[in-house]
C-alpha cells in the first residue's frame, strides 16, 4: 500500500489553530479505520481521533470539543481541525490505518503509520 503522508503541522501560540493533513491511498479510505495519534517522547502513543470505515468518529478526552477529525474520501485524505490548542497538545502527531471499525482507544490494532508531523503550542 502507498505510504501516510501527513502535513500541516508547526508551531502555533496558545488558542490558535493547526488544520493537519494526511494524504492516503484509496484503498485505506475505503476499507479501514483512519486516525490521528500523537506521542509525546517518553510516553505511550495516545489516541486523539479515529473516524470509521462508515464515518463515525471518537475522540480522546483530550480532543473533545477542540478538535475534529473528516474525510474526503475523493481526494484521499483525512484531516484534523484542532482549535483553541494548548500547551499540552504538544507532541509528534501521527496519522495511521486500522481496522474498519476502530475507535481512539485501538491503537495497538493500527497497523500502518505515516512519519508523523510536529505540533508545538507554546505561549
Known amino acids: 500500500r502507498s505510504p501516510l503522508v501527513e502535513s500541516g503541522g508547526g508551531s502555533v501560540q496558545i488558542g490558535g489553530s493547526l488544520r493537519l493533513s494526511c494524504v492516503a491511498s484509496g484503498e485505506f479510505l475505503s476499507s479501514y479505520s483512519m486516525g490521528w495519534f500523537r506521542q509525546v517522547t517518553g510516553k505511550e502513543r495516545e489516541g486523539v481521533a479515529v473516524v470509521d470505515g462508515d464515518g463515525h468518529a471518537t475522540y480522546g478526552d483530550s480532543a473533545k470539543g477542540r478538535f475534529s477529525i473528516s474525510r474526503d474520501t475523493d481526494k484521499n485524505v483525512v484531516f484534523l481541525q484542532m482549535n483553541n490548542l494548548k500547551p499540552e497538545d504538544t507532541a509528534m502527531y501521527y496519522c495511521?490505518?486500522?481496522?474498519?471499525?476502530?475507535?481512539?482507544?485501538?491503537?495497538?490494532?493500527?497497523?500502518?503509520w505515516g512519519q508523523g508531523t510536529q505540533v508545538t503550542v507554546s505561549s
Open positions: 495511521a490505518a486500522g481496522p474498519f471499525y476502530s475507535t481512539y482507544e485501538d491503537v495497538r490494532n493500527f497497523d500502518d
